[in-house]
């Protein structure tokens, strides 16, 4: 199956703004759901949809899609923001593929 | 609330089974696919495929056809993912995720997103020699 990419890694000073995107012929979907995940812990959904965050996770987090490029943004990166960051997106079938990963670093 | 459990480590020698639990709990377990996903050392999330435990349907990836199975136990709410013939580069930890989904509308229509709400602890597999 084809690979949906996203930067390896970024780097944010802390309080400031970084943008993360998934990129991939193979999107499947409108919208991707976004997952955070810190070193030993399970995934942990931060967005989902059109710029949905499940409860408990902070309005700094945001989602937008511009013609096939989902992304995430973080406003106002904080320390506890550093961790790896993956999107997903689905086809008709049910069949995920998730991007390759993002590591976020907060100076 | 919802809770995802699973079963503990295992360490498998290259050409045996394994077979992981995951057990539900919170919500209707038949209401909501259970798929499983897998992240080895150092790499990146990669989906091996769904359970609908209300049918017992399933759909693989490609990947893992012929080597993977999906099962349930509704009178526990349980289910298992089972991995045959396993290599040393089966070595991951194991979760299973709940999905969940939502519509948006987009352009004048409503879209759907699938997403995985609840997550397992995760099942470190080791295989080895």
């Known amino acids: 199956s084809s690979e949906v990419t996203q930067d390896p890694a970024v780097s944010v000073a802390l309080g400031q703004t970084v943008r993360i995107t998934c990129q991939g012929d193979?999107?499947?979907?409108?919208?991707v759901s976004w997952y955070q995940q810190k070193p030993g812990q399970a995934p942990v959904l931060v967005i989902y949809?059109?710029?949905n965050r499940p409860s408990g996770i902070p309005d700094r987090f945001s989602g937008s899609s511009s013609g096939n490029t989902p992304s995430l943004t973080i406003t106002g990166a904080q320390a506890e923001d550093e961790a790896d960051y993956y999107c997903?997106?689905?086809?008709?079938?049910?069949?995920?593929?998730f991007g390759t990963g993002t590591k976020v670093t907060v100076l | 609330q919802v809770q995802l459990v699973q079963s503990g480590a295992e360490v498998k020698k290259p050409g045996a089974s394994v077979k992981v639990s995951c057990k539900a709990s919170?919500?209707?377990?038949?209401?909501?696919?259970l798929h499983w996903v897998r992240q080895a050392p150092g790499q990146g999330l990669e989906w091996m495929g769904w359970?609908?435990?209300?049918?017992?349907?399933?759909n693989y990836a490609q990947k893992f056809q012929g080597r993977v199975t999906m099962t349930r136990d509704t009178s526990i709410s349980t289910a298992y993912l089972e991995l045959t013939s396993l290599r040393c580069d089966d070595t991951a930890l194991y979760y299973c995720?709940?999905?969940?989904?939502?519509?948006?509308?987009?352009?004048?229509?409503?879209?759907?997103?699938?997403?995985?709400?609840?997550w397992g602890q995760g099942t470190l597999v080791t295989v080895s020699s």
């Open positions: 995720a709940r999905e969940a989904h939502h519509y948006d509308l987009w352009s004048g229509s409503y879209v759907a997103t699938y997403y995985f709400d609840n």
């Open positions: 919170g919500y209707i377990f038949t209401d909501y696919f």
């Open positions: 359970l609908n435990p209300n049918s017992g349907g399933t």
């Open positions: 193979s999107l499947r979907s409108y919208f």
């Open positions: 949809g059109n710029d």
């Open positions: 997903d997106s689905r086809d008709s079938s049910g069949c995920h593929v």
